[in-house]
């Protein structure tokens, strides 16, 4: 991107240090997050235990649960909240919908799909299998969804916000409508997609970080890229093209981000769809419409939204755990009503 | 923005009684065509069964006429599952209608103000703990469900309205509201199907999708009643509706109350959604769907209320009929009402190029 296309016009120039504060505060509150995701679980270790634990010279069991467990479901954790933050505010930037989600794009619906053909039909239970078919699905869907807005939208430059989101509505509940007719046909996968849907870090391959991390860098480099064009895009799309934008190739990289981001998110942890819906929100609240400090902001705050969930998952059921994707809207709700009830709206 | 210009140059307006309107030729032609299909596919769908009646005898059937044993299949077993799939597309199409026009956007859906959840929430909370720990006879039973429904639905939307509420009711705080309580209330619901055993777990997912299996008058009647005084209140507040389309401020130059007539327009929209919930379970996709698919065929600029309703009970008929023919008893309806009603949307998505507001 050009300097110019930097600082569009139109576009507030960020008041002093305040948005640089907000990250600043997002990630220290992520860090914090981090630790406690490392230390606090079901296995009592005090921090001592963890960071002998952590540096390899700690107790066998230790070293293996802090290393082969914790670490691993952190960095997911992260991964995944960061990856659907992210996403859920492109979403929302792009069809200019605050009930827009990450999954409004098919994507948690086509992941769903394809993960239930491939338990009921390929017979593929492997967790490293699954996650690739549930990111093939993901992909599929949304390309789908883009195609179809992109007949339906404006003639010169790819889909409207409307054609977008209704086409989204439209292929996601179709595929969940096949996923859930295929369900009850067949118990072993309508259980192996109950768990999946609710959304869940335990239970992962240590490896599933590694699997998901270049597909969420990417994303998030496009992501990047994609912010300063979004904001004009929030002048209407003719102002943009009057501007000198390129609005569908601006479209096409927001998707390709998104589909990148939550696709990824979706394949390894379910549709944790709480999220990408909120976290765009509250970021919102205290950086104002801005997509060059709303992205990261959302993405750090769905990072930390999703491990503190995943902490109290941990705590509140010793020593068993609630999933991710139950507590997240349980602790997340109220909080999230409390500020959308303090705060002056900062609408889309 | 340039819409059926083709037809009329200018629109007659018509007032009478409370209710003001303009006649607009192609939404009233939409919506006769949708209810002469209605009526043809609920006579298809009564004919077809185990025992197969003619369409031309279900019709002397509901004359009055026809053979007794016919008439005792037609009325008495038939009639009220169909009814009920009328009634409840009916009110599920006007209240997505009411609530897509209130909060001035085309993804709302009474789901947003947390009807569905939470009736959802209770539904299944009445099935898997009752179920689960043997408390209450009165929960398991299938009278148990929908009052637990139409309670969860009622308690999820009154919750939203009360924390939505600040100095006013505004559209978009309504909307993060409604965001946080549903996906809190999906949640507990998710909580529940994850700690039930598999068989609860079916039956539950089964009624969350929705069904119109062993109706009877006792579901019919509800249904029709909701319906019977709430879509003369929608049309009275279509006035109201259309001012709060212009932006607040506006609809206060007009002499709106705005404050009470979003509530109205709210609470008819939640009354509608709840009890069709309860009625037959949560049929997601009618309520979004519907009033999208109307606007696109009659034109406007916000979702028609007569043709959501009367596109709503024909989507679910339909579904119905398609359901009970092609596929099978086993398939919930809730299912095929999107499998009906998604790629007619999409079609109708690409075909038009024309951009729309709601």
Redesign the interface.
């Known amino acids: 991107m050009t300097a110019l296309a930097d600082r569009p016009a139109g576009t507030r120039v960020p008041r002093g240090r305040r948005p640089a504060l907000v990250v600043g505060i997002a990630v220290v509150a992520l860090l914090v997050a981090m630790v406690l995701s490392v230390v606090v679980g079901a296995a009592l270790l005090s921090p001592v235990q963890v960071w002998a634990g952590l540096t390899g010279t700690g107790a066998d069991q230790t070293v293996a649960i802090v290393q082969d467990l914790r670490v691993p479901r952190t960095l997911l954790g992260a991964l995944v909240g960061i990856a659907l933050g992210v996403a859920g505010a492109l979403m929302q930037g792009h069809t200019r919908n605050p009930l827009a989600d990450p999954g409004l794009l098919g994507v948690s619906a086509g992941a769903g799909f394809l993960l239930v053909v491939a338990i009921q039909f390929l017979g593929i239970t492997s967790l490293y299998g699954t996650v690739w078919f549930g990111f093939a699905g993901a992909g599929l869907a949304s390309v789908l969804v883009f195609a179809l807005a992109s007949l339906g939208g404006s003639r010169a430059g790819g889909p409207t916000p409307v054609t977008l989101a209704l086409a989204g509505v439209a292929v996601s509940e179709l595929l969940i409508a096949i996923t859930s007719a295929l369900v009850l046909r067949d118990t072993s996968s309508l259980d192996a997609y109950r768990f999946w849907s609710a959304g869940a870090l335990d239970d992962k391959d240590s490896l599933a970080s590694l699997q998901i991390a270049p597909f969420v860098l990417a994303g998030l480099v496009l992501a990047a890229i994609n912010a300063p064009g979004l904001n004009v895009l929030a002048l209407g799309e003719d102002t943009a093209r009057g501007l000198g934008h390129h609005v569908g190739r601006a479209r096409a990289l927001g998707i390709a981000a998104i589909t990148l981001l939550a696709g990824s998110a979706v394949a390894v942890a379910g549709p944790i769809s709480f999220v990408g819906l909120v976290a765009p929100h509250i970021a919102r609240f205290f950086t104002g419409p801005d997509h060059r400090w709303l992205l990261p902001v959302a993405g750090l705050g769905g990072a930390t939204l999703v491990l503190v969930a995943d902490v109290v998952g941990r705590l509140v059921v010793r020593p068993g755990e609630l999933q991710v994707g139950i507590v997240l809207a349980v602790v997340g709700a109220p909080f999230f009503i409390a500020l959308v009830r303090r705060r002056k709206l900062a609408r889309l | 923005m340039r819409e059926a210009g083709v037809l009329t140059t200018a629109r007659r307006g018509f007032r009478a009684g409370p209710v003001t309107g303009v006649w607009r030729t192609r939404a009233v032609l939409v919506a006769v065509v949708t209810a002469v299909l209605l009526v043809l596919v609920a006579a298809v769908n009564l004919g077809r069964g185990d025992f197969p009646i003619p369409v031309t005898e279900v019709v002397r059937i509901l004359l009055g006429g026809g053979d007794p044993a016919d008439a005792y299949i037609v009325t008495e077993l038939r009639l009220p599952r169909t009814l009920t799939g009328a009634f409840v597309g009916a009110a599920l199409g006007l209240s997505g209608a009411l609530t897509q026009a209130v909060v001035r956007?085309?993804?709302?859906s009474p789901d947003?103000l947390g009807v569905t959840d939470g009736a959802s929430l209770f539904a299944v909370a009445s099935v898997v703990l009752a179920g689960g720990a043997g408390v209450s006879g009165l929960a398991v039973s299938p009278v148990g469900t929908p009052i637990a429904a139409l309670a969860g639905g009622l308690v999820a939307a009154a919750l939203v309205y009360v924390?939505?509420y600040?100095q006013g009711l505004?559209g978009?705080?309504l909307?993060?509201?409604g965001?946080?309580?549903s996906?809190?209330a999906?949640?507990?619901t998710?909580?529940l199907?994850?700690s039930a055993n598999?068989q609860q777990?079916?039956q539950v997912?089964?009624w969350l999708?929705g069904s119109l299996a062993s109706r009877s008058w006792e579901n019919v009647v509800p249904a029709g009643l909701v319906l019977a005084v709430g879509l003369p209140l929608a049309i009275v507040l279509a006035f109201r509706l259309a001012a709060l389309e212009l932006g607040d401020e506006a609809a206060r130059g007009l002499g709106v109350r705005v404050d009470r007539a979003r509530a109205g327009v709210v609470g008819v929209a939640v009354v509608l959604a709840a009890v069709a919930t309860a009625c037959a379970g949560p049929i997601?996709?009618v309520a979004?769907?519907v009033p999208?698919i109307m606007l696109r065929l009659s034109g406007g600029s916000r979702p028609p209320l007569v043709g959501s309703a009367l596109g709503g009970a024909l989507l679910v008929v339909a579904a119905d009929l398609v359901a009970r023919t092609v596929l099978g008893e086993?398939?919930?309806v809730?299912?095929?009402t999107?499998?009906v009603?998604?790629?007619y949307?999409?079609y109708l998505?690409?075909?038009?190029?024309r951009?729309?507001?709601v």
């Open positions: 956007n085309p993804l709302a947003i924390l939505a600040r505004d978009f705080r909307l993060l509201v965001i946080a309580v996906s809190a999906v949640s507990l998710t909580y199907l994850v598999v777990a079916g997912l089964t999708r997601r996709f979004l769907v999208q086993a398939v919930p809730g299912v095929v999107v499998v009603g998604a790629p949307l999409l998505l690409v075909r038009r190029t951009r729309r507001t």
